[in-house]
């Protein structure tokens, strides 16, 4: 009987390590299978920069977690696999890799190595963004709003009626279209004030300051402005192109002082304003002297266009270098494929470094001419970034030029900026060190 007992019980013990050695194969191959997919945004991998932008956006639309790879492979992007995001990313025509449950953890330890300048920021939300524009047909184009229409964000455009009925508390991320806040009209009276166009817009302005029980057009921006300001302060992001960048601080610091001439509001300006102008009121500049003449195109000092020896051909800004550990904040903002962006120009190019306030961060510059061109702040609980200049794939973009194909253009660093600011509200907070 004894051997006959060892044969069963030798049997049932070769069928439990068959079994295990079937649970731990199964165990491996499950871990194996692909559980996450990887939008690689290096430049060599990267198809379509723009969209995958808009592809992380749609993700979070879904209440699905997203890790941006801060530094590595240009700012990738990780999410879960799903057989829809694959199909929509084929759609889209974004290049994507499918990666298993052992190889995603191996890039999320080397990802958090010390010795690694990487970071992996959770993305919690899909941001509600707004575009704070007006609703007629200008004769220039936004860079922002065609991004966001080519990489399939869905934003709303508001403008002063909604800004000054506090509906900004409805958004998380605020861009201000190219816009002239001191009431004078751009400045673009001396080439333009005869054009149809340029006569319509000034009626359609009165009209609207005097409907929101503003004597002059140069009153109601103020006002807006200054509700902007407190949307930022109480926590909002604000993202400013061209001249909506200076025009912004310039309406803040000449707050109760009259800038403008007689062909703009109907009569003088203040003598001597430029005495007058606070600079602890503005976000970013201080120290800049104001263009008095209504026939230059130019607000003030603060814009280098005018100054800029810089032939296109090389016309260049660098990104700065942050540390991802450290300094989430600017390293998010500067996420690239390239840390040298082509410039363009516009009515605000590019900002002279002396008039950047020390408590600004400038995250983009062309040192050899002086310029900052893409800078980043915090004001109370919100953040703003300002970026110089009219669109990132069209050099010296005119009034009534057609708009930028982006089509053309899918793997734009230029454009690759804007969109780092508008993912940026999704992030989880950390605290910045420097």
């Known amino acids: 009987m004894w051997p006959k007992t060892w044969l069963k019980i030798c049997c049932y013990i070769y069928t439990m390590i068959k079994k295990i050695s079937l649970l731990f194969l199964l165990l491996f191959s499950i871990n194996s299978f692909a559980s996450y997919i990887l939008i690689p945004m290096d430049a060599k991998f990267q198809k379509e920069h723009l969209k995958a932008y808009g592809i992380t956006y749609w993700v979070l639309e879904k209440q699905l977690t997203v890790k941006w790879l801060l530094n590595y492979r240009g700012g990738s992007f990780l999410m879960p696999d799903t057989p829809e995001i694959q199909r929509e990313c084929q759609i889209r025509g974004v290049s994507f890799e499918v990666l298993s449950n052992s190889r995603t953890e191996q890039i999320l330890t080397e990802i958090s190595s010390p010795s690694k300048n990487m970071d992996a920021v959770v993305l919690e939300k899909a941001p509600k963004i707004a575009v704070y524009s007006p609703k007629s047909n200008l004769p220039w184009d936004d860079a922002v709003t065609m991004v966001l229409t080519y990489a399939e964000i869905p934003y709303t455009v508001i403008y002063d009626e909604e800004v000054l009925s506090d509906q900004l508390i409805l958004y998380d991320w605020l861009h201000l279209h190219h816009e002239d806040f001191t009431g004078q009209y751009g400045k673009f009276y001396r080439a333009y004030r005869s054009t149809p166009w340029y006569i319509e817009e000034k009626k359609r302005a009165e009209a609207l300051a005097a409907k929101l029980g503003y004597s002059k057009v140069s009153e109601e921006k103020l006002a807006v402005a200054k509700n902007i300001r407190d949307y930022v302060i109480g926590g909002g992001f604000m993202f400013a ?8 601080d310039i309406a803040l610091s000449a707050e109760g002082v009259d800038i403008c001439e007689p062909m703009f509001d109907g009569d003088p300006s203040e003598p001597n304003y430029q005495s007058k102008i606070d600079f602890n009121k503005t976000f970013a500049f201080t120290d800049f002297t104001l263009e008095r003449n209504p026939m230059v195109y130019e607000f003030s000092s603060i814009d280098t ?23 989430p904040i600017p390293t998010m903002l500067c996420q690239n494929h390239t840390a040298l962006v082509k410039g363009f120009m516009g009515q605000t190019t590019a900002f002279e470094r002396d008039h950047v306030k020390a408590n600004v961060l400038v995250m983009g510059e062309n040192k050899s001419n002086g310029e900052a061109r893409y800078i980043h702040g915090i004001n109370g609980k919100g953040f703003f970034t300002f970026y110089g200049g009219h669109d990132p794939e069209d050099y010296q973009h005119r009034v009534g030029d057609a708009p930028t194909e982006l089509a053309l253009h899918p793997n734009s660093p230029g454009y690759r900026l804007i969109l780092n600011n ?13």
């Open 241 to 248: 192109m061209c001249s909506a960048t200076d025009s912004f």
């Open 305 to 327: 266009t005018n100054k800029r020896k810089v032939p296109k051909e090389s016309d260049y800004f660098t990104l700065m270098d942050y540390s991802a550990k450290w300094d």
């Open 422 to 434: 508008v993912l940026f509200p999704a992030a989880k907070k950390k605290k910045q060190k420097t």
